[in-house]
């Protein structure tokens, strides 16, 4: 179980990494734990993560709700959603990269990212081999975040096994696990894994 300042320390700690690996571009990303009392601990909006502090993480309820003063991140919802859908999250991570923000347009038609052969699939649960296909689903942006949220729920409904990444077209990815480590090796991989895509895509062209 996680109290709020060990959720804090860790968010803390992501959010400069992921900053410094150049997942983090200005302000954008957010980044959220579940905490022992079902609240969420999650950045608050317009924080940059390379100079994320303490004071930039806040609490929130198991519907978005602020629980402490300041204004939790636009896209609290689709935290949420995830830790009502998956009872194993413990950790939401969001991220911003240049080949899966460009892939993810690219991919115009596409439902989805297929990641096929790569020894690094193994960074998703349930995933003993290369030898194998992993779908990363394709939502298209919105601003309408109730209704993302609703789209989310239906996606994360059909899925067995549960994958836990999707990407927001032209926009980001999403990623999760139960710990904070756990989801900071599952969005790694994963930008990785869409890097790989690009560079593949391009020179299919």
Not at 25 to 41: C, E, F
Not at 94 to 111: F, I, M, N, Q, Y
Not at 181 to 188: G, R
Request: hydrophobic share 40%; with cysteine.
């Amino acid at each position: 179980m996680t109290d709020f300042a060990t959720a804090i320390d860790g968010l803390v700690s992501v959010g400069h990494r992921l900053y410094h690996a150049g997942l983090a571009p200005a302000t954008a990303g957010n980044y959220s734990r579940r905490l022992s009392d079902g609240s969420i601990a999650i950045t608050t909006s317009g924080a940059h993560k390379g100079r994320l502090s303490s004071a930039q993480v806040m609490r929130v309820d198991a519907e978005g709700n602020p629980l402490d003063a300041g204004r939790p991140s636009a896209e609290t919802l689709l935290h949420t959603m995830i830790y009502a859908m998956d009872p194993t999250a413990g950790t939401v991570l969001h991220t911003h990269s240049v080949p899966g923000t460009v892939l993810s347009r690219a991919l115009a038609k596409r439902e989805d990212i297929l990641l096929a052969g790569y020894e690094l699939l193994k960074i998703f649960p349930h995933v003993t081999t290369h030898d194998t296909t992993v779908a990363i689903p394709l939502l298209a942006n919105s601003q309408d975040m109730v209704m993302l949220a609703a789209r989310l729920r239906s996606l994360l409904r059909t899925q067995s096994p549960l994958v836990p990444a999707f990407y927001l077209r032209g926009h980001g990815l999403y990623t999760w696990g139960p710990t904070i480590e756990q989801a900071e090796l599952v969005t790694e991989g994963t930008e990785f894994l869409l890097a790989c895509a690009w560079e593949e895509w391009k020179a299919q062209r």
